[in-house]
């Protein structure tokens, strides 16, 4: 874990318009610098809309903000007759070094199939964006199967055709936590993160497993955030709700301190 650096990955979904988002970051950086923040310590990555990323790479990269910028979906194909959407050769060449794969809300209202999730995680590659890999169970899956099988399954089917030594994170977001303010625990995370530490590890081999980061996701706040990296598996968090406050934000940000 030591050699794994954190991730705490801002996931905004359908919030901020471009003028909001170059307002946000600013504020972020500044409120991170006011209270010392130590850079380099953790890996901050923010995951505006489409429509925003152009101005936030001007802003990151004119005022040399440390912070990674991502997107929150990518075409699986390169280019062509795919009306409305976004390929990873457009993404990649403003500066976008993450991209979220298989969110549930795509899965769920885009009928993203784990087929999809693994092509996509291909076209991510392919252009050098590192897919953030995103697996949980709902609340049916976790009482008819408890929660690490479906999860597993997901990761499992994600990673089909992918090489050794690809760059990916993961992270665990069990449906039933992500915007419900009800948390997993830090040990029901560490449980399944362990598993799907297990599956890379089976995947792609016992390098990249313990390189990989594996994020933790669903209602987690500022109250909460020291709880979940306390465990060995956790690596960090994808952040929905709490990535829309700077002061939130921050605080998780800065969870160590
Ligand atoms: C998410 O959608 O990725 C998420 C974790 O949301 P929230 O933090 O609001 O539960």
């Known amino acids: 874990k030591t050699t794994r650096i954190p991730l705490i990955a801002g996931n905004w979904k359908m919030n901020l318009d471009h003028l909001q988002a ?11 610098k006011d209270a010392k923040h130590e850079e ?6 923010v995951f505006p809309p489409f429509t925003d990323i152009r101005s936030v790479q001007t802003l990151i990269d004119a005022d040399k903000i440390p912070f990674a910028l991502g997107a929150q979906d990518l075409s699986a194909h390169d280019s062509g007759a795919y009306t409305g959407e976004v390929s990873g050769a457009f ?24 087929e999809v999730v693994a092509s996509k995680v ?3 590659l392919k252009h050098g ?15 008819k199967h408890g929660a690490s099988a479906v999860p597993a399954g997901q990761l499992e089917a994600a990673l089909d055709g992918v090489s050794a030594d ?44 313990a390189r990989t980061r594996i994020l933790y996701g669903g209602s987690v706040k500022a109250a909460n955030i020291a709880g979940f990296m306390r465990e060995p598996d956790v690596d960090g968090a994808l952040v929905g709700g709490a990535s829309l406050v700077v002061d939130d934000f921050a605080a998780i940000i800065r969870f160590q301190k």
């Open 91 to 114: 993404l990649s060449k403003l500066d976008v070094g993450y991209v979220i794969i298989g969110h549930s809300e795509r899965r769920e209202y885009h009928a993203e199939t784990d």
């Open 40 to 45: 380099g310590s953790v890996e901050v990555a």
């Open 166 to 209: 690809a760059d990916i994170v993961v992270a665990y977001e069990p449906v039933w936590a992500i915007g419900s303010g009800q948390a997993a625990t830090p040990q029901q995370a560490q449980d399944v993160c362990a598993v799907l530490r297990e599956v890379v590890a089976k995947a792609l081999g016992a390098d990249a497993a």
């Open 22 to 32: 170059v307002a946000f970051v600013q504020k972020l950086h500044w409120t991170l």
């Open 122 to 124: 291909s076209a991510a």
């Open 129 to 143: 964006i590192v897919p953030v890999i995103c697996v949980g169970e709902t609340a049916e899956d976790l009482e």
